[in-house]
């Protein structure tokens, strides 16, 4: 597995999700699944995920090298605990935190840390993209945030927007969508969020 990369947003750093354990099937009521999760970087790690009567825990094996090359292996367990669903049906997991022992749906790796844990174990921020984004990119970065789950919503909605003649629920969150990206569309052009150099030379504009 490789090394921590630099830039610790939640974005960047790599993340275990539960999310995406369960769409990918590894963890299933009754089995106890094996895999490997892999990053676009090149880091990889083997996982099982147990979900029995009797036992209820994730896994994880994989190797790191230091900056010397100093190779260590780990082996540990990470748990999984399961909240009764407020819709009522069924139960919500979540991981329980190796070091703090709250629930979490995401496990992080960032900052040097040798094994997986939630973002609030870690003393240091490992912040979220709008967090760090400056004035001046923070409503490009929303357009485009916008922009991607406008699209996925589109694909998932198709002509299905109408139920015995009432918009669904998905069609108006859609639509909600829409109406913020318009938005962040119009003030990301507006000369407050334009570079210094840009606002010293816009006609009748003040800050």
């Not at 094996?61 to 260590?72: D, I, M, R, V």
């Not at 840390?113 to 912040?127: H, L, Q």
């Amino acid at each position: 597995m490789g090394r921590d990369r630099t830039g610790n947003t939640t974005k960047e750093t790599r993340r275990i999700e539960l999310s995406y354990l369960l769409k990918k099937g590894f963890i299933r009521e009754g089995n106890i699944i094996a895999g490997q999760m892999n990053w676009t970087d090149g880091s990889r790690i083997s996982i099982e995920c147990h979900y029995t009567d009797k036992e209820q825990y994730i896994r994880l094996f994989y190797t790191l090298t230091s900056w010397e090359g100093k190779e260590t292996d780990y082996d540990y367990k990470i748990q999984l605990t399961f909240v009764p669903s407020n819709l009522g049906k069924g139960k919500v997991p979540y991981f329980v935190c190796p070091e703090s022992g709250n629930r979490c749906r995401i496990l992080y790796k960032a900052y040097g840390s040798p094994i997986w844990k939630s973002r609030g174990a870690y003393n240091r921020t490992i912040f979220y993209p709008s967090q760090v984004s400056s004035k001046i990119y923070k409503y490009c970065d929303e357009y485009w945030r916008l922009d991607k789950q406008i699209k996925k919503l589109e694909e998932e909605t198709r002509n299905q927007t109408h139920y015995n003649g009432k918009p669904t629920r998905r069609f108006k969150r859609l639509e909600r969508l829409r109406e913020k990206q318009q938005r962040a569309d119009y003030l990301r052009f507006t000369p407050a969020h334009m570079p210094k150099v840009l606002r010293d030379n816009w006609p009748d504009f003040e800050l």
